[in-house]
């Protein structure tokens, strides 16, 4: 088991395998592109070898993230290895998706031992959902997310809580994923190198939601720190993650490895451990990756804003 210097078992990866999408959401590529050159991004054998380390030093869960996971070539055949590491310490892989190519992958994830999906989704009127991606199409996505739940796959729709977005759309997000199976979770954006687009708060939303919908407490966690009420009208789910307003530092079981090899023990810290010495020339694998553990802070530094962008540190 990983301990950190806060005495906090560390068990979930959350792993990047390329830092390119196929949107240009407003607060993530909403401003100039500027993708890593190919050759510092890890092969995925490199990627294996990395996640392989961590779980069998303890890691019980991984989510694969990007950038857009599914443009990373031969990233199916990638989990199905992966989830071969279930009985042998990993209890469960899971993914982030913007949902636009899921429909195609989604029987394959499946097959391979994927078990939950999480989908970017910040709104369903097919404008708004343009303007906020950049020119994306909603369609492709809603299919994605019923061929999801068509392979079995459990799904989590994620929606950011935008000042000027999510108070005209979360009654029909909330509306839409309970009719269709799907929790809903929205979250604080939090400050990645983006425009500053304004938050809303998330008890403010609440507050707001209550005066139209009954939510009732529900004890479900799943291994983030999400924390769940019931829609008693609907049936289903609502998470809420406020990173910002109600940090969870206290209970943070979590490292980050970038596309690139970075380890960030702390997603608000600049600080990262690189992998890629140990994975490319022979170093000491296992004593990297200790590391990183020994460097996690007890509590995040901070938010004053991030230079890193968030499609490299991985969502």
């Not at 909603?138 to 977005?165: F, H, K, Q, T, W």
């Not at 980050?256 to 022979?282: K, Q, V, Y």
Request: one cysteine or more; hydrophobic letters at 45%.
């Amino acid at each position: 088991m990983l301990i950190d210097p806060a005495g906090r078992p560390i068990s979930y990866l959350r792993l990047s395998v390329t830092d390119r999408c196929d949107l240009r959401c407003v607060y993530c590529l909403g401003g100039a592109v500027r993708f890593v050159p190919r050759a510092q991004i890890l092969s995925l054998e490199e990627i294996e070898r990395a996640a392989a380390a961590l779980i069998g030093l303890g890691i019980r869960r991984l989510r694969l993230t990007g950038g857009e996971p599914l443009l990373r070539r031969g990233l199916v055949g990638l989990a199905g290895r992966l989830a071969a590491h279930r009985g042998g310490g990993l209890d469960e892989l899971t993914l982030t998706t913007n949902g636009t190519r899921l429909a195609e992958h989604a029987a394959a994830l499946a097959a391979a031992g994927v078990g939950r999906i999480n989908v970017s989704l910040d709104a369903l009127s097919p404008d708004s959902y343009r303007r906020v991606t950049g020119g994306g199409r909603v369609a492709p996505v809603l299919e994605g997310i019923a061929a999801a739940r068509a392979a079995g796959l459990a799904v989590r729709v994620n929606a950011l809580a935008l000042r000027g977005l999510i108070e005209t759309e979360i009654d029909s997000l909330l509306a839409w994923c309970g009719g269709h199976g799907c929790d809903l979770a929205v979250i604080e954006p939090m400050p990645f190198g983006g425009p500053g687009l304004a938050p809303v708060p998330l008890a403010e939303l609440r507050r707001s939601l209550e005066q139209r919908w009954t939510l009732r407490p529900d004890p479900f966690r799943s291994a983030g720190p999400a924390r769940y009420v019931t829609v008693a009208e609907t049936g289903g789910r609502l998470g809420f993650i406020a990173p910002i307003s109600h940090g969870f530092c206290a209970g943070c079981n979590r490292l980050r490895l970038t596309a690139t090899g970075a380890l960030f023990p702390c997603l608000a810290a600049e600080s990262s451990i690189d992998l890629r010495p140990a994975l490319r020339e022979g170093g000491d694998l296992t004593a990297t990756i200790r590391a990183a553990i020994a460097a996690k802070p007890a509590a995040a530094p901070g938010w004053p804003g991030s230079r890193r962008a968030l499609n490299l540190t991985g969502g």
